[in-house]
């Protein structure tokens, strides 16, 4: 079984991922995941359906960066609210009080056009937020080949047992198996941590036949006391892997790319400008690897690196990335720790360590200027100076905020610029130069799902986070016309919300 891989532990140290995106500690998705499935086997579930229990809880947040972008526009810190709504009863005028005193908070005289976009997105914009979650959770575990049990858990993890809440108004039996018990193991967790198993017991009893399922509720209320009272005392990274339904899943190692491809997505989504980034980066750092002459298998691992190196962005308040002035020293101490939190997520898993370092150093400058760590030169490997070098290419050829993209010539002369200053290792900055010269062939034919070429113009806008307004403007069309192009759109790619529209292009390479 050498050339194969036990899913669950590149899994479990990646959905620290999710648990940064949700503004909650680093270990909430795994104590999650052994708690629902210690709750799935003590309510008599045959290991198949314990199965879809576990993997649902380990990735019940998989879509949590899809609404960041809209999340960011009408809050403001996109982290901070998730936080807040995660545990919060949203049905009940506390808790909807409780999200409203969070519209804007920290952006001064700018809270009131905050408040404004919330009371004009209303139920609708909470639903749409909702949808994207689980229309991109249930195609990330798609493509991680996850099966049908787990795609409806994470399409259902939004929903209430009583419907008064949840992005599709599904109830009682038709919500999924996995997401009923993931949903209250994910909850218990929160509680648990905040207040001890009394205020876990005591939220889950207040909240059974409403939020929850109220046989879950039930054996959660028999068999909770010892269960995270063992979870307080164990280690439980290693405690997740032993709970981990037999036989454990397997794949070839060579879907590690694939998983890796996926959470790549994951972290691109926070903000529209990062559409595509990673498998950019992983592309051209790869390409350049080959051309300084590497082994395969540093090749494999420069690729690798490039796609999981943006994960500690979701770590970061979307308002941050997308600001349009200066950042302030509090702000930037933040963008200058995302390679930390990449580094210490990939840590988690032995299967991906030689990767953590390589991908947690791609800020790291020639000279010392560069961050987290700031070492220079022979401190830093050959590889992570050509991931440092490729990041900031295609950094430069896309647009930002705060600045539009370079062409690729002229981002090809800053970078040999930069190199000559210090900044980036001269060979490895023309490696990647060299590579990103290379002409890249069209594909040929129709354009998937049956799209229009206006439709895939529409498209890009749309995933870039353009209104119909903008679409409109770009395009020299009325707004009604846009918008009859998106909802097209829409209905080709069997999506509802931008974020899911925004996955569809990234996969299929039309942005």
Known sequence: MDDELRLAEPLAALSVTTDLGMGQDPEKAVRSCVLATELARAAGLAETQ????????????????????????????????????????????????????????GTGV???????????????????????????????????????????????STETWDGRAGAFGTTGDDIALGARFAVLATQAVLFDRLGGPAAALQMVRDRAGHWFDPAVADVFARVAPPLLHQMSEADVWDRVLEVEPRPVKRVPSSHLDEVASVFADVADLKSPFTLGHSPAVADLAARAAERVGLAAGRVAVVRRAGLLHDLGRVAVSGGVWARTRPLTAAQWEQVRLHPYYTERILERSATLADTARIAGMHHERHDGSGYHRGVNRGAIPVEARLLAAADAFEAMTQDRPHRPALAADAAARRLTTEAQSGAFEPECARAVIEAAGQAVPRKVGGHPAGLTDRE???????????????????????PRTAEHHVQHIYTKLGSSTRAAAALFAVEHGLL
């Open 110 to 156: 700018r809270r009131g056009r905050h408040l404004a976009r919330m009371a004009a997105a209303g139920r609708d914009g909470d639903a749409t937020i909702l949808r994207s979650v689980c229309e991109v959770g249930t195609r990330m575990a798609e493509r991680l080949h996850l099966g049908a049990g787990v795609q409806a858990g994470l399409h259902d």
């Open 456 to 478: 895939i113009e529409v498209l890009r806008l749309l995933a870039r986070g353009g209104t119909n307004r903008e679409i409109a403007a770009a395009l020299t069309i009325s």
């Open 50 to 105: 314990v199965r879809d229990v576990y993997y649902t809880a380990l990735l019940q947040h998989l879509g949590c960066t899809a609404p960041m972008h809209e999340l960011t526009h009408v809050f403001g810190d996109d982290r901070a609210v998730l936080a807040r709504a995660e545990g919060t009863d949203e049905s009940t005028l506390r808790g909807t009080l409780a999200l409203v005193a969070m519209v804007g908070r």
